[in-house]
């Protein structure tokens, strides 16, 4: 009764074995680079203009488009080469606990005093960056020296009738090279 007992088990071990069999392989690529570009004004600091309330009495009004860059060079063996035309690079605007998911627009800290009010990022032709959102990004290429510049722009969008007060927030990006 023993041989009987093993020999069923070890045919349902064959059988289950050959439940598995493969269907297809993954190819996984990659590349390491000794060293990245450098930031040269790493942590840009935009100052918006004092708008009255009242140029943002209603949902979607906007104001105070203010322009920042973030400056790269690469050299020193840094990838993207230079003078290598298909090098790109686009900032990746980050969500984080400042970023309305739904909107993709900045939030305002919680030590802000004006209220109904979000921050808009915009690319460098004025389009809407929607934060987390790495398909609404346009991308830089690198010039012949190895340098990028990427320009944006911030402005006030009102979610219904802004009230007065301050209007502070932050974002944090990551570079996407290609």
Do not use: W
């Not at 040269?40 to 140029?55: K, Q, R, Y």
């Not at 009102?158 to 502070?168: P, Q």
Request: proline content about 3%; glycine content about 10%.
């Amino acid at each position: 009764m023993k041989h009987i007992a093993r020999a069923a088990l070890a045919g349902a071990l064959v059988l289950v074995g050959s439940a598995y069999a493969s269907d297809g392989t993954v190819t996984i690529t990659g590349k390491i680079v000794g060293n990245t570009c450098t930031i040269t004004n790493g942590n840009p600091s935009v100052t918006l203009p004092t708008v009255a309330a009242n140029i943002l009495s209603a949902s979607g009004n906007v104001a105070g488009a203010t322009s920042f860059s973030i400056d790269l060079v690469c050299k020193d063996g840094a990838s993207p080469t230079p003078g290598n035309a298909t090098g790109s690079v686009k900032a990746f605007f980050e969500v984080g606990p400042n970023v309305d998911t739904a909107t993709g627009r900045l939030k305002l800290t919680s030590a802000s005093t004006a209220t109904k009010l979000q921050l808009q990022l915009l690319d460098n032709d004025a389009g809407v960056i929607k934060i987390g959102d790495a398909s609404s990004i346009d991308t830089v290429a690198f010039d012949t020296t190895g340098k990028a510049t990427l320009n944006y722009s911030v402005q006030y969008y009102a979610t219904d009738k802004v009230t007065a007060g301050t209007a502070n927030s932050s974002v944090t990006y990551s570079l996407v090279y290609q």
